[in-house]
Structure formats: C-alpha cells, structure tokens
C-alpha cells in the first residue's frame, strides 16, 4: 500500500471515528444516556449555545438531564449532512441535525439545527474538544391521537427514552454507558 494511500485511509478512519461520536450523541439523548454522551467529550470540552447556553461539555450533560429532558416522554435526534476535515490530530466538522420532542401532553418541537465541532486526538482518543450549535428553524405541532382504525402493522412498539427501550433487548451490543 502507498504511503499515500495509508494517509488517505487514516483520514478515512479518523471521519468514521468522528461520526460515531455524532451518532453516540444523538443515542445518548434519545435513550437517557447520560455517561455515552459524557464520554464524547474531553473533560475540559467547552459547550457553546450562544446567549441561550455556554459550559463545559460535562456541565451541558448535568444541564440537559437535570433541567430539560424531563418534560419530553420521547425525542428523536438525527444526524443528516456531515462534513469534516483532519489535520493530523485536530479536526473539524460541520453537522445538520433535526431533533424532534414531544411533551407527555401531545405537544411537539421539530427543529432543525447545525453543530460546528472541533475534535483532536488526545492520548491516541479522538473526543470533541468544542461543539458550538446554532438553530435553523423550528415548528412547534400537536401530536395527532392515536387511530384505532390504523392497519395493524402500523401498530408498532413504543419508543422509550431509557433502558427500557426495545433495542437493548434486540441489540445487546448496544449496551449503555461510555463509547467504546
């Protein structure tokens, strides 16, 4: 293999890499993970929001579990463009997400957003080193109550925020805590 092409396949690895922490977060808020999403960050991670909210990546954890999740009995957090860069053991990576929350009382928050990231390499561990977010749009809805006139394989499992979710049974790799 050319020396070329094994640099080109690190940088390959390295976006892989950084992906996964994108997916770890978005699993980590939908099923109430708290230490998965801890553990995407470095401990010294800073967390900026804007004027809405600014802190450590670890304080923006305590934040959302402690103050925020609670009011919402289910919310869905989807990665869609992802652009990243690597230089050496630094990089940066631009994602859009769409978020969707509903209140136990039917109402819904759609939001469309973007995370600006900066990621290294520290101790041979990529981590977010900073993660600053901005919000494109949002569309607050009421849920539509259930239909018992629906065909029956419309009929589906809940999706639960915690442990008790569906896919810890079918997918045992997917245990909780920190990513692997």
């Known amino acids: 293999m050319s020396l070329d092409l094994e640099a080109r396949m690190e940088v390959l690895l390295v976006k892989e890499r950084l992906h996964e922490l994108e997916m770890a977060y ?9 230490d998965l999403i801890r553990s995407i960050y ?21 934040y959302i579990f402690k103050d925020y999740l609670h009011q919402f009995e289910v919310t869905a957090h989807y990665v869609m463009n992802e652009w990243y860069k690597v230089d050496g053991d630094r990089a940066e990576g631009e994602t859009h997400r769409a978020s ?17 990231n900066r990621y290294e390499k520290r101790d041979g561990v990529w981590r977010i080193s900073y993660r600053g977010v901005t919000r494109d749009w949002m569309k607050e809805t009421r849920a539509a109550p259930p239909d018992p006139a629906q065909p029956k394989h419309m009929i589906l499992r809940p999706s639960l925020p915690g442990p008790q979710d569906v896919s810890y049974g079918v ?10």
Request: aromatic share 12%; with cysteine; hydrophobic share 30%.
């Open 100 to 116: 969707y929350h509903r209140r136990p009382n039917g109402e819904e928050v759609t939001a469309g957003s973007r995370t600006f």
């Open 42 to 62: 470095f401990e010294d991670a800073i967390e900026d929001h804007g004027e809405a909210w600014q802190g450590t990546g670890y304080e923006w954890v305590d």
């Open 26 to 34: 978005c699993r980590g808020i939908d099923r109430r993970d708290p």
């Open 171 to 180: 997918l045992p790799m997917f245990t909780r805590g920190a990513i692997d």
